[in-house]
């Protein structure tokens, strides 16, 4: 498996020979592993990159809605009957953007989509990873939570802090004056909407469980409700950035695909992951959706 200098050595080497053409050696190299990763599963193969971890503050790193145009371009032409791996590498993004670009995918390949995950995706990328019928991870990959965040505030730690000065008030009313201040910066009207985004997020995951990778598992309710709590829970998970490794996920009760189980698949996935971090470090792209026959969307911040 070429690891990440022996692909830049590639693209280098691709470069020195399209020096006088009109052609990317970093695109040859990255379509050329993309192809081969379609011939070893068959099925059909769409990137989904973000530049998060290359360009931070870049514009469009997130999943929004602008992707389901961009993933519109990557399907036309495919066979559909052959399913679709999606290649998941995203900080997340909206609740809202993640559940319809999930219907939109839906209703193109059914239930027959399987998410690759090389590194990370995190909330709202975990979420779209839970509505497919298997995840496949590596011992280096991780998911996230799925708690929502507004404003960049942790909805469900706002609504546990305001239950939390409701309980002190309640058993030492001379608490009234310090919750005073802290409550003032929440308005009634972003706490209902914490409560509302936290429901969306958990009944979003839930029902996209049940209907594809928990059918036919005994008890699926019951480990629906287990992977959405583990997912969910701010006082186990501490943080929204906390990375939940391959073991985390399958004693959840998630479907993982251990990538190690299979070498020549762990070989052509990591080779693309190295191909489109170098894609996205020269070319300082946000977004890239691209699928294994060349048809990309590159989103540059101008």
């Known amino acids: 498996m070429p690891n990440w200098g022996q692909v830049l050595a590639e693209i280098q080497a691709d470069e020195s020979k399209l020096a006088h053409k009109s052609k990317s050696a970093i695109d040859n190299v990255r379509r050329k592993y993309l192809r081969r990763l379609n011939k070893h599963t068959g099925r059909n193969v769409i990137g989904y990159y973000s530049g998060w971890l290359t360009n931070p503050r870049a514009p469009g790193i997130d999943v929004n809605d602008e992707d389901k145009a961009a993933f519109m371009m990557a ?4 066979d559909k009957s052959k399913g679709l791996d999606l290649i998941l590498h995203t900080p997340g993004g909206g609740i809202a953007a993640a559940e319809s670009l999930v219907d939109y995918l839906r209703r193109v390949f059914g239930t027959d989509i399987r998410a690759i995950v090389p590194h990370l995706a995190m909330s709202a990328g975990t979420m779209i990873a839970c509505s497919c019928k298997s995840i496949v991870m590596g011992k280096q990959s991780n998911l996230g939570p ?21 309980r002190e008030i309640k058993e030492s009313p001379e608490r009234l004056q310090f919750w005073q201040f802290v409550l003032n910066k929440y ?32 008890g699926a309710e019951g480990v629906a409700e287990a992977i959405v709590s583990g997912l969910s829970d701010v006082e186990e998970n501490k943080s ?12 959840l ?13 762990q070989e052509a996935v990591l080779t693309v992951h190295h191909c489109y971090m170098h894609s996205l470090g020269v070319s300082g792209a946000s ?6 026959q060349g048809a990309a969307f590159v989103k540059i911040p101008t």
């Open 75 to 78: 399907i036309h032409g495919l």
């Open 146 to 166: 799925i708690d929502p965040q507004l404003n960049g505030l942790p909805a469900a730690a706002v609504t546990k802090e305001i239950e939390r000065a409701i």
């Open 187 to 218: 308005s009634p009207t972003f706490v209902g909407q914490c409560e509302q985004a936290i429901k969306m997020a958990a009944e979003f995951v839930r029902a996209r469980l049940l209907d594809n990778m928990l059918i036919g598992i005994d």
């Open 240 to 251: 929204h950035a906390r990375h939940i490794h391959i073991d985390k996920c399958q004693d």
């Open 253 to 265: 009760g998630l479907k993982i695909e251990c990538l190690e189980d299979d070498q020549d698949l």
């Open 287 to 292: 977004k890239m959706v691209e699928n294994h």
